[in-house]
């Protein structure tokens, strides 16, 4: 079985200011790794995914995040947020291979004030 | 590009009272989930459906809960007999294959039992 913690429930931050949301895992086996973003109103989206290879894993809107093994952590950063980057971000873990249903963490309320 | 739709956005209900809440997956996708997110709380498993039957389901998904794929489109979940602690929002997610780990999300239903 696999856990996550996201340790801030909520982040404030000023426009253009960078961002770090953090989120380590537990879990036995190997792993995959995700953050998902909720927008308000709306459902959960794919942001970005570790699967396996490089460690660093990037979205097409400025997000990064790392997946540091000896860790257990997969932070998720970026330099510059806007104000529609405001949302809750959520780290998800499953194990690699089989039936890759995720385990959420209970989410960070990233908020962005102009 | 493709998306899981949620119907109906929102459903008020009284207490006792039974709901089915509707899903399209993707049309390729083999694998369908339900998940709920009790208010300011981390989402949950619910239930994995495959191949006309349920694969996994959580501790949650006791017999007041049922699944169906009555035709090649729909996915739903029936709450039978619902109770104060099922508002939540409720997402469906699909994932197209054995191979693919990543699954794709609705934008969810949002249940409220008066």
């Known amino acids: 079985a696999q856990s996550v913690t996201q340790l801030d429930s909520q982040v404030p931050v000023f426009e253009e200011a960078p961002v770090e949301l953090r989120c380590n895992y537990s879990s036995s086996v190997s792993v995959y790794l995700f953050w998902y973003v909720q927008y308000p109103n709306q459902g959960l989206q794919l942001l970005l995914k570790?699967?396996?290879?490089?460690?660093l894993v990037k979205s097409i809107n400025g997000f990064e995040a790392e997946f540091n093994k000896s860790q257990t952590s997969f932070h998720l950063r970026k330099p510059s947020v806007h104000i529609s980057d405001t949302a809750e971000y959520f780290c998800a873990v499953s194990g690699a291979g089989g039936s890759y249903i995720p385990t959420f963490g209970r989410g960070t309320s990233l908020i962005v004030h102009p | 590009e493709p998306e899981v739709t949620q119907t109906p956005s929102h459903q008020v209900t009284q207490m006792g009272q039974e709901v089915i809440l509707r899903c399209v997956p993707i049309s390729n996708h083999l694998y369908f989930y339900w998940y709920r997110q009790i208010l300011g709380q981390k989402v949950e498993f619910l239930v994995s459906?495959?191949?006309?039957?349920?694969?996994?389901k959580s501790e949650i998904f006791d017999d007041q809960f049922s699944v169906e794929r009555p035709d090649g489109s729909n996915f739903t979940l029936k709450i039978r007999s619902t109770k104060l602690e099922d508002s939540a929002m409720y997402f469906c997610?699909?994932?197209?294959?054995?191979?693919?780990?990543?699954?794709?999300f609705g934008p969810g239903t949002r249940l409220l039992v008066l």
């Open positions: 570790y699967l396996s290879g490089s460690t």
């Open positions: 459906f495959y191949n006309n039957e349920i694969s996994e």
């Open positions: 997610a699909s994932r197209k294959d054995r191979g693919r780990e990543t699954q794709y």
